[in-house]
């Protein structure tokens, strides 16, 4: 008797539909299954693909956002001021998502201030800026008007203090379930491995979690022998010690993507950790077999990212890697650096792209010259800068448009298959976690719009239903 058989799947790998035996969370049949089950699924013929991790995410704050005032479509300091005056009006208001690179004017705390009088905070849609208006300064301790880089990010940490209601979060991993989503790589700015263990005893059980942390942390991590895939005891596996995160350099809407070439106007972005700092950092997580997720977004800030895992042997990850100088894709595969990548980014910076590197995109997002360098790809969202949801990056990554214009640098495309490979890290076969989604349309013939909305039929997580639509 099998715990749980899921009867006529379309897998990978066969002409025909095969049953899927599972046993104490793992896949341990593929194929006929004659024996009896305690629960028996029957798909249809729906196709069955492993399930599927965001490789970057900052978890609480994507929770928080799916309640927070959606300011992305704004297109001036007027177009938020409206937007502001029509939210609400209870207590601390929060924003989400403006993009004021190409405005042609700087956010004020003197324009916020005029739209609302009582506390108000913007969040940039890159997260790397914060725009504050007096009364939200006052209550956050922070400087009013628009904060950009660490001074935006204690913003977000203060923000981050408030209270966050259990139900938010137990909503917002249901809905990555319902994504076919089984596990994250959470690299808020708190301290995740706490508060994803405190979430797992409370109850909030639907996901794994690889929890990163930052530099502050680090030797406490490496005197507690963190290293990174270690599973956190308590946590049935489920919580595990992530990466080290360092944010080397700012981002492309925030004109601090630190680049070869300057930005029209003048400047090269910044880099926010020295060369021999960064190496050090390195060093000392790799001792502790901590692995480490490098920032970088320009290809100055990569080429130094890359020489850190160079001189310090350090294994991990380049999150981000928007903007690659000719011939360092070929490094991410020589040092076998995993090129974490959020695809939907290219899309919601193509427009700024073109103006800010103007002559350059042939090299940004180049997720098709990493996989033919033989450089791994790990997708992923940076919710809340995109969607917690691996259909919209994976749409995103294979056809590089998403509103009807022709796909940007088409020849960076990935393949389909490629696209779900880079956002999964199971196979269905025997031996695997029963970490597995169904689909309930077929991804491969979904065009741009499909992909991005494909239904998901049923998921499963570690054999346990964590999204049922069936
Ligand atoms: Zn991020």
Not at 3 to 28: E, S, W, Y
Not at 232 to 255: C, E, F
Not at 413 to 425: H, K, Q, V, Y
Request: aromatic share 4%.
């Amino acid at each position: 008797m099998h715990d749980l058989i899921l009867r006529h799947a379309r897998v990978r790998g066969f002409d025909r539909p095969v049953d899927i035996a599972i046993d104490g969370g793992v896949i341990t049949r593929v194929g006929a299954v004659e024996r009896r089950a305690a629960e028996e699924i029957v798909l249809e013929g729906r196709a069955v693909v492993p399930g599927l991790w965001d490789g970057h995410v900052h978890f609480s704050q994507w929770a928080r956002t799916r309640g927070r005032l959606d300011v992305s479509a704004a297109a001036s300091v007027d177009h938020v001021s409206v937007l502001v005056r029509e939210a609400e009006p209870t207590g601390m208001l929060v924003g989400f998502g403006f993009r004021w690179a190409t405005w042609g004017e700087t956010p004020t705390a003197e324009a916020l201030d005029r739209a609302r009088v009582a506390p108000t905070v913007l969040l940039s849609g890159d997260l790397h800026s914060s725009w504050v208006n007096t009364a939200a300064a006052r209550a956050l301790g922070c400087a009013p008007g628009l904060l950009r880089e660490d001074e935006a990010f204690a913003v977000q940490v203060a923000l981050g203090a408030l209270p966050l209601p259990d139900a938010e979060v137990a909503d917002a991993v249901r809905a990555a379930g319902a994504r076919g989503v089984v596990g994250i790589v959470d690299l808020e700015m708190d301290d995740a491995l706490e508060t994803w263990g405190a979430r797992i005893a409370r109850g909030i059980d639907g996901l794994r979690v690889d929890a990163g942390f930052y530099a502050p942390l680090l030797d406490a991590r490496v005197e507690a022998g963190a290293a990174s895939g270690t599973a956190v005891a308590g946590t049935r596996g489920l919580l595990r010690h992530g990466p080290l995160k360092i944010i080397t350099d700012g981002s492309l809407n925030t004109r601090t993507a630190h680049c070869i070439d300057p930005y029209p106007g003048g400047g090269h972005g910044t880099q926010n950790v020295p060369p021999a700092e960064l190496a050090d950092l390195m060093r000392t997580a790799t001792r502790a077999g901590i692995a480490c997720a490098i920032h970088a977004i320009g290809d100055h800030a990569n080429d130094i990212a890359l020489g850190a895992f160079e001189q310090s042997g350090a294994r991990g990850s380049i999150e981000h890697a928007q903007l690659l100088a000719d011939g360092d894709a070929d490094r991410f595969a020589g040092l076998g650096v995993i090129a974490s990548v959020q695809p939907e980014h290219a899309l919601d910076d193509r427009d700024v792209a073109d103006v800010l590197w103007e002559g350059r995109t042939h090299r940004a997002f180049p997720l098709r010259a990493l996989i033919d360098a033989g450089a791994t790809l790990a997708l992923g969202s940076d919710a809340p800068v995109a969607p917690l949801d691996p259909w919209i990056a994976i749409s995103a990554a294979v056809h590089r448009t998403r509103d009807g214009r022709p796909g940007w640098h088409p020849e960076q495309s990935i393949t389909l298959d490629e696209a779900i490979a880079a956002s999964t890290r199971s196979r269905v076969a025997p031996g695997n976690p029963a970490d597995l989604a169904v689909l309930d349309a077929e991804p491969g013939t979904a065009d741009a719009a499909a992909l991005r909305a494909l239904p998901v039929a049923l998921t499963l997580m570690g054999g346990r239903v964590t999204h049922a639509a069936l």
